[in-house]
């Protein structure tokens, strides 16, 4: 008979840290994974650099749409943003972001990450 999969002596759970306490009980604490913020951060500070680029009647859309070329054109920030959208959705990066373009972006991002998934 093989062996189980599974080691109860030590669980593991994605994006968790996993604590037995004296009661002998299992916590499992979620932690946002850092990819998530440091995208998040790239993203914003991207944006506010485009925004301030950009002559003051772009629109938010040309902006995202500049962002979005930017983030597919530079594979260390194209890569966090891929690894952040699968820990933590999309919801969760546009929580992170402030600024006006952001809902553009993040509608950006999520079809980008649909097509980048399906090939």
């Given at each position: 008979?093989?062996?189980?999969?599974?080691?109860?002596?030590?669980?593991?759970?994605?994006?968790?840290?996993?604590?037995?306490?004296?009661?002998?009980?299992?916590?499992?604490?979620?932690?946002?994974?850092?990819?998530?913020?440091?995208?998040a951060?790239?993203?914003?500070k991207?944006?506010?650099?485009?925004?301030?680029?950009?002559?003051?009647?772009?629109?938010?859309?040309?902006?995202?749409?500049?962002?979005?070329?930017?983030?597919?054109?530079?594979?260390?920030?194209?890569?966090?943003?891929?690894?952040?959208?699968?820990?933590?959705?999309?919801?969760?990066?546009?929580?992170?972001?402030?600024?006006?373009?952001?809902?553009?972006?993040?509608?950006?991002?999520?079809?980008?990450?649909?097509?980048?998934?399906?090939?």
């Amino acid at each position: 008979m093989e062996g189980s999969k599974f080691n109860i002596q030590e669980p593991r759970f994605h994006n968790s840290q996993v604590q037995i306490g004296d009661d002998n009980k299992m916590k499992v604490e979620i932690h946002q994974p850092q990819t998530l913020s440091e995208a998040a951060a790239e993203i914003q500070k991207l944006l506010e650099q485009l925004s301030k680029s950009y002559p003051a009647n772009t629109t938010e859309k040309e902006i995202a749409n500049a962002a979005i070329k930017r983030i597919e054109n530079n594979p260390t920030l194209s890569g966090k943003v891929i690894s952040a959208l699968k820990a933590g959705g999309t919801q969760a990066l546009a929580q992170s972001l402030n600024h006006p373009a952001a809902s553009f972006v993040i509608a950006a991002l999520e079809d980008w990450y649909k097509k980048k998934n399906c090939k």
